[in-house]
């Protein structure tokens, strides 16, 4: 598996119009734009940090994951997002080396990307997301 960067850091709020005031009006980052991704039921929202971004995440539904996720744990960082060269190839050599996956295959995410998770109990906590630009 070849990691390329750090893709995004991934952050989940209660509001997309809130959490942007810190990334903008404090840090001086560019709002790079909003999207909707249905099938995940969040409204994702990106800041471009050189080479890397931070992914604002705002759930659409009481049951959505981001929603779980506030409830359990606040506002905060949700996820870590690594960038690779080759998705399937990835998940076949993680998959072969015994780490739980969420996602045995690639998923559409924000920005037209293919995305899969790991599971947090077998990253030693973190939620890790991969993903590689189409």
């Given at each position: 598996?070849?990691?390329?960067?750090?893709?995004?850091?991934?952050?989940?709020?209660?509001?997309?119009?809130?959490?942007?005031?810190f990334?903008?009006?404090?840090?001086?980052?560019?709002?790079?734009?909003?999207?909707?991704?249905?099938?995940?039921?969040?409204?994702?929202?990106?800041?471009?940090?050189?080479?890397?971004?931070?992914?604002?995440?705002?759930?659409?539904?009481?049951?959505?994951?981001?929603?779980?996720?506030?409830?359990?744990?606040?506002?905060?960082?949700q996820?870590?997002?690594?960038?690779?060269?080759?998705?399937?190839?990835?998940?076949?050599?993680?998959?072969?080396?015994?780490?739980?996956?969420?996602?045995?295959k690639?998923?559409?995410?924000?920005?037209?990307?293919?995305?899969?998770?790991?599971?947090?109990?077998?990253?030693?906590?973190?939620?890790?997301?991969?993903?590689?630009?189409?």
């Amino acid at each position: 598996m070849k990691i390329l960067n750090i893709d995004h850091l991934g952050i989940a709020v209660k509001s997309m119009d809130e959490g942007k005031k810190f990334w903008t009006d404090i840090m001086g980052l560019e709002f790079d734009g909003q999207e909707t991704i249905e099938e995940q039921k969040v409204n994702t929202g990106f800041f471009a940090v050189g080479e890397s971004e931070v992914e604002l995440l705002e759930s659409t539904a009481p049951d959505g994951p981001i929603a779980r996720y506030l409830e359990k744990r606040g506002e905060g960082i949700q996820h870590i997002a690594f960038r690779v060269e080759n998705i399937e190839e990835a998940l076949k050599e993680l998959k072969d080396k015994g780490i739980r996956l969420i996602d045995e295959k690639p998923r559409k995410g924000a920005g037209n990307k293919k995305i899969a998770f790991l599971h947090p109990k077998a990253t030693g906590g973190v939620l890790v997301e991969l993903c590689e630009e189409q």
